[in-house]
């Protein structure tokens, strides 16, 4: 009798474990599917997303302990077989939630207790959304100012970094800064940034990061405490004397024997195309990284 009553219990604390642990997973599926009502901040809509997850988790339970085991394990089919849930991982989901941490527990000084290494919740979700590297107008753009600076012997010389030091020219040349709307974080869509070519530094992130890949670069957007940029993989590690000499020699002027300033992840190599640097590699304008979001090739 003893031994029943001690299964019985087990089962209880295992499933009232199980209703805990699905309530975040469930709400990151519905804030996916759902998407934020009118202007709401994906703060908010996540909130409610993980309310309405808790409280389904106690209906299900209450109404059998066997359908929450089966939500459970369906969640768990989700996250592990279902190629069309935008890339979302178990890593993935690992990550989100530190991110959610990160936001709950950041102070006023913007110190975190957890850092994410490859983008919050929220800002990776918003960042993937507004890229349009497959879209024409962004394609063309690319294609136009890609060739826009820069003799073809330096292509024939340096290969496709050329491309996108062009791009790269192109843009910050004549980027304009202008602040968001007040009380509102705008993520700009690379279709508008290209035509005013004016933003925070969000917009010019998302639209430098959109033209490299729609000619076909790899491009990744890094987030930092109050900061946001776009890195270029140029190469791998054994190239970087090459990649030096290319930026020096098409930027003369703006390296003017300074350094070149880059990430190494995997032996590739991925330079700084922020805006407030002025050639390819500029100094990077805060060292510490929060993120940093990745696209699919």
Not at 114 to 134: D, I
Not at 140 to 160: L, M
Not at 238 to 256: G, H, M, N, Q
Request: overall charge neutral; charged content about 20%.
């Amino acid at each position: 009798m003893l031994q029943f009553l001690h299964s019985l219990r087990l089962m209880n604390l295992t499933m009232r474990f199980i209703q805990i642990i699905i309530v975040f997973p469930m709400a990151v599926l519905f804030s996916f599917y759902v998407p934020p009502y009118n202007s709401m901040d994906y703060e908010l809509h996540f909130l409610l997303c993980l309310l309405f997850s808790a409280f389904i988790s106690v209906v299900v339970t209450r109404y059998s302990p066997k359908l929450t085991l089966l939500l459970f394990v369906s969640i768990l089919g989700l996250f592990g077989f279902n190629s069309t849930f935008k890339n979302q991982t178990f890593e993935g989901l690992y990550d989100d939630y530190n991110a959610l941490l990160v936001n709950m527990t950041s102070n006023p000084h913007k110190v975190s207790y957890f850092k994410p290494v490859r983008g919050t919740y929220f800002q990776n979700q918003r960042v993937k959304s507004a890229m349009q590297p497959n879209d024409p107008r962004v394609r063309a753009f690319a294609v136009e100012n890609s060739t826009r600076y820069f003799h073809d012997e330096y292509y024939q010389k340096f290969g496709k970094m050329t491309r996108y030091f062009s791009l790269f020219k192109h843009i910050r040349l004549n980027w304009k800064y202008v602040n968001d709307p007040l009380g509102m974080d705008y993520y700009s869509p690379p279709v508008e940034s290209m035509g005013l070519l004016a933003g925070d530094c969000d917009d010019y992130a998302i639209l430098m990061a959109s033209s490299v890949m729609s000619i076909g670069g790899e491009a990744r957007v890094v987030i930092s405490p109050s900061h946001m940029y776009t890195e270029v993989k140029i190469g791998t590690v054994d190239d970087l004397d090459k990649i030096s000499y290319a930026i020096r020699t098409l930027f003369p002027d703006e390296v003017a024997g300074g350094k070149i300033h880059f990430h190494e992840t995997g032996g590739n190599l991925w330079i700084n195309f922020d805006y407030t640097g002025s050639h390819p590699g500029g100094p990077f304008l805060e060292p510490e990284l929060y993120s940093v979001i990745s696209f699919e090739k």
